[in-house]
């Protein structure tokens, strides 16, 4: 199906089945998650240039199984990926979490203290698993940057409220804000350093991954049905959409890991390429293909699936509220004016 070299040897070589318990349930706990989230790190490489195509690969795996359970994965991986190119070692057993998202109305700022360290007040919105991680990275304004810091999340002054999560899909990865009152938390990086690098965009096309194998996993769906239907034309039509869509999206990261690996042993490392535009047209290209698998899946298997089968009840919704990290119309305008700034269309 894919044109891509890179990324078909890796998928060969990435088998989640070695990383996902044999018995596993989509509704199992966090902490079960995370152990797997552990066990990934263990094995598969931080994503860098060099490493995308199995990095993707294994995201992408890891969400056609349970689509929660890569939701728990990515951020871990993401953090330590950030840590080790910040030259910082995580501890030993530690679960993580990325808090970069902002809101209106709410904000963390950053206090430098003398020796280093930071202290860190303000609440922090879309908070995924903070009841249950032992360390997030989180963003924080220093002055009119924005600067990111390793924070403890089980010291005094951390206040979780999973309360506000009332969301009926992934409802074991609440995401819900939390309070921060005078905690202490180490610098990685300098202001601006977070979100200027590539790596940045490289984990928001990790997402993309994500999303993708959701769909894969929803396709597999559609394809027993049809399988077991072999006159119904109607089905193999719906299933011959998808592996169309499903390609388009696959074709996007495909390429995308290429383009990251062929960055291995410059010195620039990607630095050069306006990676923001190159990762959102990969993601935007993803959701587009996503949302319509999840819709023509639905709408052609029915609703028995949907009320009798709780796993792919939980993979619609997850997917379908995964997704919505893509903010649509307004990530596509950012696109637009980026190409009206300074081109980077072949047209």
């Known amino acids: 199906m894919l044109h891509s070299s890179a990324w078909s040897a890796a998928a060969r070589d990435v088998d989640v089945r070695d990383l996902v318990p044999p018995d596993w349930r989509h509704d199992s706990p966090p902490a079960e998650r995370l ?3 552990q066990a990934v790190a263990a094995t598969a490489p931080l994503v860098s240039a060099g490493t995308a195509g199995p990095v993707l690969a294994t995201l992408a795996g890891l969400a056609a199984v349970d689509v929660a359970l890569a939701r728990t994965v990515e951020p871990h991986l993401d953090a330590l990926g950030i840590l080790a190119q910040a030259g910082i070692d995580a501890p030993e057993g530690s679960t993580w979490g990325v808090f970069a998202a902002e809101a209106p109305g709410v904000r963390v700022t950053a206090e430098l203290t003398d020796d280093g360290l930071a202290v860190l007040s303000g609440t922090k919105p879309w908070c995924s698993l903070a009841s249950s991680l032992s360390h997030a990275l989180v963003t924080a304004h220093v002055g009119e940057e924005r600067q990111l810091f390793a924070v403890g999340l089980r010291q005094s002054g951390v206040t979780v409220h999973d309360e506000a999560w009332v969301a009926r899909a992934m409802p074991d990865v609440p995401s819900g804000p939390v309070d921060l009152d005078t905690v202490r938390a180490t610098p990685v990086g300098a202001p601006g350093w977070y979100l200027s690098r590539p790596g940045f965009a490289w984990g928001g096309i990790g997402v993309a991954a994500c999303w993708w194998g959701g769909a894969v996993g929803l396709a597999r769906e559609l394809r027993s049905l049809a399988a077991s239907r072999p006159d119904s034309e109607l089905l193999q039509a719906a299933l011959g959409a998808t592996v169309a869509d499903l390609a ?9 890991a290429a ?3 062929a960055a291995a042993g410059t010195d620039s490392a990607g630095v050069g390429v306006d990676w923001s535009f190159e990762a959102q047209v990969v993601r935007s290209r993803v959701r587009r293909a996503v949302d319509a698998v999840r819709q023509r899946v639905v709408a052609t298997i029915g609703p028995a699936p949907l009320t009798a089968d709780p796993a792919v009840a939980a993979r619609v919704a997850d997917l379908e509220l995964y997704v919505l990290q893509d ?5 596509l305008a950012r696109v637009g004016r980026a190409v009206l700034d300074r081109g980077g269309v072949a047209w």
Do not use: K, M, N, S
């Open 259 to 261: 383009r990251i690996d």
């Open 248 to 256: 388009d999206a696959e074709d996007a990261l495909a390429d995308a």
């Open 327 to 331: 903010h649509g119309a307004r990530d």
């Open 35 to 37: 152990a797997v989230a």
